[in-house]
Nanobody, 139 residues
């Protein structure tokens, strides 16, 4: 059974930093795609950052240069370092993991890319999710 447990959210002033963690267990994919989504009230869940088993990363335009995704394979923990936070980053943040098969439509549409699939295809068809962690940024 795949389990994803997030931690590290909280409240910070604009310009501050937070680091989210996601401890993953129970998946056995030799090739996987992991990442972070966020959802603000009244808005759809949007992809923020992705990383694949080869450590290739991708980011939504809104967070490029401010957020960094990483994965510690020894601890099987996914991280999202968020710097220079802005009020528009206010949202519930969710981590996700799924098998990375470039032939699946959610990836093949974007050249087989994990980041393309996660960020552009969206949340649909990603099967495993954490419960979410709130990030609040005050101006």
């Amino acid at each position: 059974q795949v389990q994803l447990v997030e931690s590290g959210g909280g409240s910070v002033q604009a310009g501050g930093s937070l680091r989210l963690s996601c401890a993953a267990s129970g998946y056995t994919y030799s090739r996987y795609c992991m990442g972070w989504f966020r959802q603000a009230p009244g808005k759809e869940r949007e992809g923020v950052a992705a990383i694949d088993v080869d450590a290739s990363t991708g980011y939504a335009d809104s967070v490029k240069g401010r957020f960094t995704i990483s994965h510690d394979s020894a601890k099987n923990t996914l991280y999202l370092q968020m710097n220079n936070l802005k009020p528009e980053d206010n949202a519930m943040y969710y981590c996700t993991v799924d098998s990375w098969d470039p032939l699946l439509p959610k990836f093949s549409k974007y050249g087989g890319s994990c980041a393309g699939g996660l960020i552009q295809w969206g949340a649909a068809d990603f099967r495993y999710w954490g419960k979410g962690n709130q990030v609040t940024v005050s101006s």
